[in-house]
């Protein structure tokens, strides 16, 4: 009987643990991300060929690529050609300017090593493999070859093709047979871009954030991308595309399957082009959360907001809105777009700027600063989003360096289709994307640390104050995240702890470099 007893205590313990969730004995694993062309990577590289951040060159190209790379008809025909900034002397085709957020991942064995944009906008991981046509390295102008990294199944000892009868074939009626080789076809929106290929299967390495020295194989299955065409034969990624979407096929979704992480990420934002990407990140219990919307035939992290606050004024306004890393800025149709715009130009302490070149500038509302300032006010923003929670824009502004002196603009941008909620208002937060609650979350981070001590009430309090006071020299380049009343303060320089990688410094040089 004691036996029996026993036994009937562990089974019930089974019981019990299978009834409290699966369990998830790895924990979490991240990746450092770099923004494209952020400070320290110039910095490092002396790169002098890029419009400076804070020119009216840099914020119309990182606009215009907004519009062009992500081709959810932001762009107009007049945007497809390429932009030529004010002297005329430099012009750069907004499909060379790429994606905006890269990671270094390793597949295969032995192992290799690929620097992948980052898209939450699809879903297939693929790399360049067995090429008929893709970019295999690059040229310098002192004619040096560096070659990238290709994959191919039949060269790792763990790698094999996918066949036609597998759970993750979508196109088996391409199929000849259930044994052949599972083919694949994504293309983008982006106009003529495409990845082209067959599904295989490898192990993605990963280390948890927990022990850094704990290695772990996932098994993965990702796109053997033979055939690349559109703006990925010009450097928009180069090395690969890492799809962070909601579909079965992508790698979030193959890790929860596979019980080696929770079906949830987060992505952070730092202020000096920094960030993390966590897999199995699924947030804190303090955290700001709203559902997602997914009535979409192909679901995105689509959210609704009930109100927009500016400078304390509350409006209810409800329309839903996609949360897009890979977008610079937040646009906007209208009512949203008036409402907000608006609403802080009727709060804004200096005179609207009317220069006859401001149709250079990206952003409808721009203010003039004088020479001799060194603070401005500016009306703080906020989102109320379905459910209650509020999220607090730590980054609703640019300060822009012109001849005539510098102005700070609204980077909020007229939408004609789809409402973006761009990186430029998720900076200073750790936005998680649960999928398994299906929600996004938001908490207050500096990137470097998984929790921070600088929070933000989700649900203040107090009132919202009307506006917040900046440098604008320290605007122009980086900005603080929010303090514990709930507004924005001006910082100097963070701490640029870069981990240098290889594949990171040559990817600014993409675009000045022949692609071969």
């Known amino acids: 009987m004691r036996e029996l007893s026993s036994c009937s205590c562990v089974l019930l313990l089974l019981v019990l643990g299978w009834s409290a969730g699966t369990c998830w004995g790895f924990g979490t694993f991240g990746f450092d991300i770099h923004h494209r062309y952020s400070d320290p990577v110039k910095q490092i590289l002396a790169i002098d060929e890029l419009p400076a951040k804070g020119s009216p060159e840099y914020y119309t190209a990182m606009v215009h690529r907004d519009k062009i790379i992500k081709g959810?008809?932001?762009?107009?025909?007049?945007?497809?050609?390429?932009?030529?900034?004010?002297d005329g002397n430099e012009t750069y085709r907004l499909d060379d300017l790429g994606f905006l957020h890269y990671a270094n991942v390793s597949v295969g064995t032995p192992v290799l090593s690929f620097l992948v944009a980052l898209d939450t906008g699809s879903d297939l991981f693929w790399l360049p493999c067995d090429c008929t046509r893709c970019v295999q390295g690059l040229r310098t102008s002192d004619n040096q070859m560096i070659e990238f990294s290709i994959y191919s199944p039949n060269t790792s000892s763990t790698g094999s093709k996918v066949p036609c009868n597998?759970?993750?074939?979508?196109?088996?009626?391409?199929?000849?047979?259930?044994?052949?080789?599972?083919?694949?076809?994504?293309?983008?929106?982006?106009?003529?871009?495409?990845?082209?290929?067959?599904?295989?299967?490898?192990?993605?390495?990963?280390?948890?954030?927990?022990?850094?020295?704990?290695?772990?194989?996932?098994?993965?299955?990702?796109?053997?991308?033979?055939?690349?065409?559109?703006?990925?034969?010009?450097?928009?990624?180069?090395?690969?595309?890492?799809?962070?979407?909601?579909?079965?096929?992508?790698?979030p979704s193959i890790l929860a399957k596979e019980n080696i992480a929770p079906n949830s990420f987060s992505m952070c934002f730092g202020h000096d082009g920094v960030g993390r990407i966590t897999f199995g990140d699924r947030g804190s219990s303090d955290q700001g959360e709203t559902p997602f919307n997914l009535r979409q035939r192909h679901?995105?992290?689509?959210?609704?907001?009930?109100?927009?606050?500016?400078?304390?004024?509350?409006?209810d306004l409800e329309f839903n809105a996609i949360f897009d890393s890979g977008t610079s800025f937040t646009y906007l149709n209208d009512p949203a777009y008036t409402l907000i715009s608006e609403s802080f130009n009727n709060l804004a302490i200096e005179n609207r700027h009317t220069s006859s070149n401001s149709s250079d500038l990206p952003f409808e509302y721009c203010y003039d600063l004088s020479t001799n300032q060194s603070s401005f006010k500016y009306p703080v923003v906020n989102l109320t989003m379905k459910g209650g929670d509020y999220f607090f824009v730590n980054d609703p502004i640019v300060v822009i360096s012109l001849q005539a002196g510098d102005v700070y603009c609204l980077g909020v941008v007229k939408s004609d289709n789809v409402d973006i909620i761009g990186q430029n208002f998720m900076t200073g937060y750790r936005i998680v994307f649960d999928r398994e609650k299906m929600v996004l979350g938001w908490k207050p981070s500096d990137c470097y640390d998984k929790e921070t001590s600088n929070t933000l009430p989700v649900k203040p309090s107090t009132a919202f104050p009307p506006a917040v006071a900046v440098n604008p020299e320290a605007t122009a380049g980086n900005r603080n995240g929010p303090n514990n009343s709930g507004a924005p303060s001006s910082i100097t320089n963070p701490s640029t702890r870069l981990k240098t990688l290889f594949y990171t410094f040559t990817l600014a040089l993409i675009p000045f470099f022949a692609l071969i």
């Open 72 to 86: 959810r008809r932001l762009a107009t025909a007049n945007d497809q050609t390429p932009v030529t900034f004010l």
């Open 166 to 251: 597998s759970a993750l074939c979508e196109q088996q009626s391409q199929c000849s047979s259930p044994q052949s080789d599972c083919p694949y076809q994504v293309l983008y929106l982006s106009n003529g871009t495409s990845s082209i290929g067959v599904l295989v299967e490898d192990v993605l390495h990963l280390t948890t954030d927990e022990d850094k020295t704990k290695a772990v194989q996932a098994n993965i299955t990702f796109g053997c991308g033979q055939v690349q065409t559109g703006s990925f034969l010009n450097g928009a990624a180069p090395n690969g595309l890492f799809g962070l979407g909601l579909d079965n096929i992508s790698v």
């Open 299 to 315: 679901p995105t992290y689509n959210v609704s907001l009930t109100q927009i606050n500016v400078g304390g004024n509350t409006a």
